[in-house]
């Protein structure tokens, strides 16, 4: 049974940092694409970043230079570094397979709030 549980969401002040996690079971994971989603109020879910088996990344022009994805596949997890984080980045965060692949069941999100 395919499972992914996001964690590392929390509350904080504009400028910011938090760390995401995403653990993924149930899968081949070191042989697939990974991407992080996410999704405000009133609006629909975006993609934020994707990374691959090859470990190249790409990320939405909202977030560039500010966010960092990365891979275990020792842990099957994915992680997302967010730095200067700002109020519109505040979602609910989730992780599934890029865009164009079979996305897998959508896990429980981990909240983002960014306020001060």
């Known amino acids: 049974q395919v499972q992914l549980v996001e964690s590392g969401g929390g509350l904080v002040q504009p400028g910011g940092s938090l760390r995401l996690s995403c653990a993924a079971s149930g899968i081949n994971f070191s042989i697939k694409g990974m991407g992080w989603y996410r999704q405000a109020p009133g609006k629909q879910r975006e993609l934020v970043a994707t990374?691959?088996?090859?470990?190249?990344?790409n990320y939405a022009d909202s977030v560039k230079g500010r966010f960092t994805i990365s891979r275990d596949n020792a842990k099957n997890t994915v992680y997302l570094q967010m730095n200067s984080l700002k109020p519109e980045d505040t979602a609910v965060y989730y992780c599934?397979?890029?865009?164009?692949?079979?996305?897998?069941?959508w896990g429980q999100g981990t909240q983002v709030t960014v306020s001060s």
């Open positions: 990374i691959f088996s090859d470990y190249s990344t």
């Open positions: 599934n397979r890029p865009p164009g692949a079979t996305l897998l069941g």
